[in-house]
């Protein structure tokens, strides 16, 4: 198996890190921001967790990204495999997402580092 690198972050702080494969949470999957109970919690709380990983469609695609990753690995170069996914502010989605791939990577068999680029800056205003 061959390493994996995710990395979380969020749109509004900047492009994406570069990566293999990119993942874009903002437009399909709820958005914790908009609860005012949760907006000011991270991927750190449970609550937060609960709710995005509850999102209906959100481990189906962490299935894909999963086979995706081991299509890259299986290449005749691959060494590093780098997933980025990001959603707004970086805070809630896809560093929750990021967690739940690396959990499904790491019982695959691979040896999985998680950065969470964005999700200890302030909540983004919007």
Same mark, same amino acid.
């Given at each position: 198996?061959?390493?994996?690198?995710?990395? #979380?972050?969020g749109y509004l702080h900047g492009? =994406?890190?570069?990566?293999?494969?990119?993942?874009?949470?903002?437009?399909?999957?709820?958005d914790p921001h908009v609860s005012?109970?949760?907006?000011?919690?991270?991927?750190?709380?449970? =609550?937060?967790?609960?709710?995005?990983?509850?999102?209906?469609?959100?481990?189906?695609?962490?299935?894909?990204?999963?086979?995706?990753?081991?299509?890259?690995?299986?290449? =005749? #170069?691959?060494? !590093?495999?780098?997933?980025?996914?990001g959603c707004a502010g970086g805070?809630?989605?896809?560093?929750?997402?990021?967690?739940?791939?690396?959990?499904?990577?790491?019982?695959?068999?691979? #040896? !999985?580092?998680?950065?969470?680029?964005?999700?200890?800056?302030?909540?983004?205003?919007?």
């Amino acid at each position: 198996m061959v390493a994996v690198e995710i990395v #979380s972050f969020g749109y509004l702080h900047g492009e =994406p890190p570069p990566a293999h494969l990119t993942i874009d949470l903002r437009e399909h999957f709820r958005d914790p921001h908009v609860s005012p109970e949760l907006r000011y919690m991270t991927a750190d709380d449970e =609550p937060v967790r609960a709710a995005v990983l509850n999102t209906p469609g959100v481990a189906e695609l962490v299935e894909a990204a999963a086979t995706a990753v081991a299509a890259f690995a299986s290449g =005749p #170069s691959a060494r !590093v495999v780098t997933v980025a996914d990001g959603c707004a502010g970086g805070r809630h989605r896809a560093p929750t997402f990021a967690r739940a791939l690396a959990e499904r990577l790491r019982a695959a068999g691979h #040896s !999985v580092t998680v950065r969470h680029r964005d999700m200890g800056k302030p909540v983004v205003a919007r």
